[in-house]
């Protein structure tokens, strides 16, 4: 429905970088596209950052003028032909750059470089997928292997250095290689272009939210990570100048809001410095920011650390909780998790406004459907988590599980699509594939029951907490899974859809058939979500009028104490809590005898 930006006429050479990052499927097999999506692409602003950095220096010569488009297609229809028009009335010089691909983005991102071939337009493909598979298999999947044959060159690795200008310089050749293979070699991302979009792209989000990084790589070794195989164990960093660039440029254009896409930002050891500088661009310029991060579970833990991202402006903080057993979180390799840290975590965030986000993975070995009920009760009960998302254990390409999965020759769905941690893909040790399925959506309704949903506004006001927020996040978080069988961070506002654009291996619906099963479906979300935000409001109303409500608490946010240990179920009924219960006092004990 939208075109691309139409390039200006010009006497001299024009070489379009067209930067598109694919959306997957829907479970109809249309593209999953909204009028305003949830969350940006940071691989597609950082792409964007450096090609105006290649532009501004004129990598292909002072003659040739690089018209730059971005195009995030989760908010956005792709018009291939269009976009082939356009390139071809000013010259045909271009790069099709299909950046960020994730494993349930392959299948689509293959569909929507075929017209582009067909055309004879140069195509080239990173993200994850790819570079993941080339870290961690011994041989070329059998689709990218198919991607290759269509001619369809392959980007490895990250693009900083002047990667990128390598890439364009062969593409105004028509002399694309293969693959072009950075895995290994790291760059510095001190000093880099930085990650920017402009202020049209932004609008299509909602709440006008940007992103960026301010360093890559994680120490840690979980084995369903992917991050770690392609950014590396090795963190790097950009500069606090860096940082006060991004933010300025964004402020331009009014954007303050942003996600930092760092895999864990308390990891990152100028954390410091970074936060001076936020808190001193609010306090000197008046640039109110709104930041969502992610962190470990052990953050509490860095002196000053939370009350510096306070004062920054961070609001919304995303925890890899992950899981509540102790056993189960040995086999993932997640030691930094020890579920005696979370309560005190929890409620040290606490201590501000800011809203709690956590992850929590459904399907680890030791999983049965009576502990993921019992679980879900128990989080609900006594952690101060303002929303989780579920997820299924997914072995997604470029982990060690699913290196280890392929290699063994085990079961994994064959559709990528599916590769999004909303669908199960392998099999369960311990759970019928039936069993999993029901339990994995059961946990969503558990949790964003009304009456849980009414608990935790109750805890937001006593705590003084963001109660619009708060509201924004119950509702959605609430619909989309119950209601749309869609992950929440995958959800938007009103889906767009083409019928011309289907998966090619299903039918073309009949116009009389699609476009009033279109519009029944989103009048109908419409009104159910509607619905929703209403009855969430009369919920708040009520808990606002009552003169006791700062006043209440439940076992959630009552401050942790020793006690604990011997009364609560997170410690007594959970695999390996008791264990847990052990090594924490060993380790305190010990902490005793070195101070001693």
Known sequence: MHAPPQAAHSDGNIFHLILITPTKYDEDGYPLVWWRSVLPSNSLATLNGLGRDCRDRHVLGADVKIQLTAIDEANRIVQPRKIIKMVQRDGGKCLIALVGVQSNQFPRAIDLAQPFLSAGLPVCLGGFHVSGCFAMLPETTPEIQAAMD?????????????????????????????????????????????PILDEEDIKRTMGWISSFDVGRGCPYTCSFCTIINVHGRKSRFRTAEDLEKIVIENDVQGIRQFFVTDDNLARNKNWAALFDTLIRLREERGIVLELSVQVDTRCHQIPG??????????????????????????????AQNRITDYREMLLAWKKYPVTICAGYIVGLPFDTVESLMRDVEIIKRELAIDHIF????????????????????????????RYNTNFRVIHHPQMTDQEWDDAYREMWRRYYSWDHME??????????????????????????????????????????RSRLDRRPSLPREH??????????????????FWRIVQRMRKINARIAADTGRLAYRDEAITPPSAQDFDDLALYKDTRGGREAVAKAAERKAAQRRRVA
Do not use: C
């Open 150 to 194: 269509q001619g369809i060159a392959l980007f490895l690795g990250e693009a900083e250095e002047g990667r990128l200008d390598e890439i364009l310089r062969d593409a105004y050749a028509n002399q694309l290689k293969p693959v072009y293979d950075y895995l290994g070699k790291l760059p510095s991302i001190a000093g880099a272009p930085i």
């Open 305 to 334: 650390f939370i009350d510096k991202a306070a004062a920054a402006g961070v609001n919304t903080v995303f925890i890899g909780l992950e899981n509540i057993n102790s056993d189960n979180l040995a086999t993932t390799g997640k």
């Open 390 to 417: 579920f997820t299924m254990l997914t072995p997604l390409p470029g982990s060690a599980d699913h290196a280890r999965i392929y290699q063994s020759g085990e079961w994994m769905d064959p559709d990528l699509t």
């Open 455 to 496: 608990r935790m506004l109750r805890r937001t006001h006593a705590l003084r907490g963001d109660i619009r927020k708060t509201l924004e996040y119950l509702g959605w978080y609430h619909h989309f899974p119950i209601n749309l069988g869609l992950h929440p961070l995958e959800g938007g506002l009103v889906q767009l």
């Open 511 to 528: 116009p009389l058939i699609f476009y009033p099963k279109y519009v029944f479906r989103e009048l109908r979300d419409m009104l159910t």
